[in-house]
């Protein structure tokens, strides 16, 4: 069965690493999104890709990067981890032109920056 | 101003009952309109599309004013595994999500 997949599930860093989240997802979506999900703000879009070499910002991309090399694969970098950073992150595909319509969401991977 | 704004709840209901609640959106030029039902802090997944016409699926009515920039959602005869944060989200594209509305089902 085709499914959306997220690593680490759990991951604790320190200020200042670099971390690198992975989202695999083998739907053949072109569009996948990242999400953080923190208390009172809901789902707040991070960055997204609309297929293989594109990459757009989202309304909370400072901090984080992401690169798109491949159908199945976008990995989310966060340059110098913040305590800000600590959070639920949410990868998610979805095949339409547009990417407006079902999202399919991966696990989340939670993250806590000391 | 958040571009999707919901009220958090908890809507605290008896099995059996019936709640609805709305949320309301800033961007006249959205385009499509969804529920999506979260457990836990678990991954949200899609409850049901939200047609001007208005939409049922099973115990669930979906409603759309876009005059009034709002999108309701009812549901009839509660069950316990209704309880779960609803999320309204709002394509402009790409999606954009509500904070969630909390429903607790009480035997």
């Known amino acids: 069965d085709a499914e959306i997949t997220q690593s680490p599930r759990h991951k604790i860093t320190e200020t200042g690493r670099q971390v690198t989240l992975a989202c695999h997802q083998t739907w053949n979506h072109n569009n996948m999104f990242w999400y953080r999900q923190d208390l009172g703000h809901g789902l707040r879009l991070i960055h997204y890709?609309?297929?293989?070499?594109?990459?757009n910002k989202g309304e909370v991309s400072d901090g984080y990067s992401v690169s798109r090399s491949n159908t199945e694969d976008l990995p989310l970098t966060l340059e110098s981890a913040a305590s800000s950073q600590t959070s639920v992150y949410f990868c998610?595909?979805?095949?339409?032109?547009?990417?407006?319509?079902?999202?399919?969401f991966g696990p989340g991977t939670r993250l806590l920056v000391l | 101003r958040k571009e999707v704004e919901q009220d958090p709840g908890p809507f605290n209901v008896p099995e059996g009952a019936t709640v609805a609640f709305n949320c309301t959106y800033s961007n006249s030029a959205s385009q499509s309109f969804f529920w999506y039902r979260q457990d836990c802090r678990k991954e949200p997944k899609l409850l049901m599309s939200v047609y001007s016409s208005g939409n049922e699926d099973g115990r669930f009515t979906a409603q759309l004013n876009r005059a009034s920039q709002y999108i309701s959602l009812l549901i009839r005869d509660s069950k316990l595994s209704d309880s779960a944060t609803y999320l309204c989200v709002v394509n402009r594209p790409p999606l954009s999500f509500g904070a969630g509305t909390t429903v607790t089902v009480r035997a």
């Open positions: 890709s609309y297929g293989v070499q594109d990459t």
């Open positions: 998610a595909s979805s095949a339409e032109v547009g990417g407006g319509e079902t999202q399919y």
